[in-house]
């Protein structure tokens, strides 16, 4: 992994000298995206500055340093990123060409691939993760380029007639010609969702390069857009084929596999982060199986039982046998990387279990410099409730009218969270849901919908932030879900959603910055594109859920490896005591930032709101702990870079 800064001017008159100490400066921000080399290019005729910041885990040697320059001259490229199958690649390129690559790093086969075959062709046949820029000296563009899922960022924006481009929005902020205003539009964006949707950012004028998608420049600055892969493509007709179980089992095992042992390659140390859950022992499993000798796992615990779950990590991992290691998270670790969040993510976001998955990054460094995770098991395989329950709902209100729906939804609202929380103890240990009363609560929410996208639509949202600004801005369309889709039942529609939303604005972005910000990278094998186009073709509804529970297909495979008493329990997550910090240690910091004098300064919420919306929470007990949350963080980033 690494970091990837550049200008383009088209002011031909400016003295290009005066802009490479402000690419040194922009670069040197990404310094924890690349540790181990900075490199830096420039062309005086062109206006253009290409910046580098490495992490070495493919040849380590100098040969593998950037911007790197194609063999004919023609290209120049500064690449983030991993290709997992560059090996095969280049093969290809070596037998057909009879070329011979000056290193074994996946940067230059990448950049060669592209001298032979084209950008488009290129980003056909690669299978990794990546955000590159790439300098066509002969036609004169510039390329700017994100992965199928944006796994890794890109930000631009044109200010002053300067292209300023970066991996993370505090290099691009380091350029001169950077403007720093925020955009309202971002801000109800986040308020209602924990994160900001690309291409829109926190700030005007800046954008983040959306999923599976180029951008290509002139030298006037002037661009056109290309979205290269879009999931839509993959999904499958209503006259399709439905294959067996016991085969899409077989495939989907298969392709798996492969998935990790191409990301189990590297010149460094690797391990595999194993919270317990399904996902993460699959992953586990197959690596186990795949490796020579024992592999190294890590998890997570919280020294407060109440929320820890290390128990399960540790049971799986002596039955597969790994070498295993948990971190403690206790008050004062999470204490001190609270308030970095702002510098850790530069955007607000809102997502709690960006804590522990910085502290668990930091702790995995000491050892190992790539790790393997079981990132978009959930949206791949069906696993959220929200898969299993919006159905149930939308038919419950089918059945029983608007009436009875809307009398029972204010009745469950009528207790407080804690209530629901304390009932739930009367429900067996290995089927009791985590965050009870939080859950309830969503289920009222969902009982006055009219219709199936508003069932999603309350369910990934919340409903109160927006009203809290002096003037809401929030919008919600017709729909959230694609046309192309309208066969799909509402389970589809909403795992294809959230695996173009909530997946790269959210989940991504949290592994992202919180692995990098340790100089450490994190591979997502159920995120392979051969995975994602396989089960979008031939997985419905039964390969995923059955009988209330998600997750058939890979509950099934991991079951090959692991006996299902290790992992048959409900789904717990990465939570925070949220709650718990909101209403102890942040409590001070919490009514300083909501104070009269702060808020009158700060021009954009309504005190009168903020005070019912605190009082709501604080002493009547609702059920707002996410959203004062999100609040509380958008206000720390407020502070940070306003």
């Known amino acids: ?29 990404l310094k924890n995206r690349g540790p181990d080399n900075l490199g830096f290019w420039c062309s005086n005729n062109d206006g253009l500055l290409l910046g580098h910041s490495r992490l070495s885990i493919f040849d380590t040697s100098k040969l593998g340093n950037q911007p790197m ?17 560059f090996k095969k690649i280049k ?56 992965d199928p899922l944006a796994k890794k960022p890109l930000y631009w924006g044109i200010f002053d007639n300067h292209l300023i481009f970066g991996s993370e929005i505090k290099a691009v902020a380091k350029s001169k010609f950077f403007k720093k205003k925020i955009n309202k539009n971002a801000l109800s964006n986040y308020l209602k969702f924990s994160y900001i949707k690309p291409p829109l950012t926190i700030f005007e004028d800046l954008f983040k390069i959306e999923p599976g998608t180029y951008l290509c420049f002139s030298k006037d600055l002037g661009f056109k857009k290309k979205r290269y892969w879009n999931p839509v493509d993959y999904i499958y007709n209503e006259g399709s084929d439905f294959k067996s179980f016991d085969d899409v089992k077989l495939e989907v095992k298969e392709i798996l596999e492969l998935a990790v042992k191409e990301r189990a390659q590297a010149d460094v140390p690797l391990g595999v982060m194993l919270s317990g859950g399904i996902d993460s022992s699959l992953i586990t499993a197959v690596a186990q199986k795949i490796s020579a000798s024992k592999i190294k796992t890590f998890s997570v615990g919280f020294k407060d039982k109440l929320f820890d779950e290390s128990s399960f990590s540790q049971k799986i991992s002596h039955k597969l046998d790994t070498n295993h290691k948990t971190f403690f998270l206790d008050k004062e670790l999470i204490n001190n990387i609270i308030y970095k969040i702002p510098e850790i993510y530069d955007e607000p976001f809102g997502d709690s279990s960006q804590i522990p998955t910085f502290l668990i990054c930091k702790e995995i460094k000491k050892e190992v410099t790539v790790v393997l995770s079981g990132d978009g098991g959930d949206e791949v395989f069906g696993g959220y409730s929200r898969y299993i329950w919006a159905n149930h709902f939308f038919s419950f209100k089918k059945i029983f009218g608007t009436q009875l729906s809307s ?94 939303n909530y997946l790269t604005g959210d989940i991504l972005v949290k592994v992202d910055r919180a692995s990098m910000s340790n100089s450490m990278e994190v591979r997502s094998p159920f995120l392979d594109r051969r995975i994602i186009e396989y089960t979008l073709k031939n997985l419905r ?74 009082d709501d929470y604080f002493t009547k007990g609702h059920s707002l702990k996410n959203e004062v949350w999100n609040l509380f963080i958008f206000q720390l980033w407020y502070e940070k870079w306003m």
């Open 407 to 500: 009398i029972l939804s204010k009745l469950i609202n009528y207790f407080p969270d804690y209530i629901y929380d304390f009932l739930s103890g009367i429900l067996p240990v290995n089927s009791r849901p985590a965050d009870f009363g939080h859950r309830i609560k969503k289920i009222a929410k969902i009982l006055n919908s009219q219709s199936e996208d508003e069932i999603y639509y309350k369910l990934i949202s919340n409903s109160r932030l927006n009203g809290l600004l002096k003037r809401d801005i929030s919008k919600h369309g017709k729909t959230l879900f694609h046309e192309r889709v309208k066969h799909y039942s509402l389970t589809e529609k909403m795992q294809l959603h959230d695996l173009q």
């Open 91 to 146: 093969s290809t390129i070596e037998n057909k060409f009879n070329f011979t690559f000056k290193s074994t790093s996946d940067s230059e086969v990448l950049l060669e691939s592209i001298s032979f075959f084209g950008l488009e062709k290129t980003l056909e046949i690669v299978v990794g993760m990546y955000a590159f820029s790439l300098w066509d000296s002969k036609e004169k563009k510039l390329y700017l380029v994100a």
């Open 1 to 29: 992994m690494c970091g990837i800064t550049g200008i383009v001017t088209s002011k031909f008159n400016l003295n290009i000298n005066r802009l490479k100490s402000e690419i040194q400066c922009m670069t040197n921000q």
């Open 541 to 614: 509804v039964s390969h995923k859920i059955n009988k209330n529970k998600g997750k058939l297909l890979s509950r099934s495979i991991l079951n090959d490896y692991l006996p299902k008493k290790y992992f048959d329990r409900p789904k717990m997550g990465f939570a925070l005591p949220v709650d718990v910090l909101l209403k102890n240690q942040l409590k001070e910091t919490i009514n300083n930032y909501f104070s009269k004098s702060y808020i009158e300064n700060q021009n954009i919420f309504d005190k009168k709101k903020i005070d019912c919306f605190m």
């Open 69 to 85: 320059i194609s063999r004919n001259k023609r290209y120049v490229m500064s690449y983030n990123g991993e290709i997992y199958n």
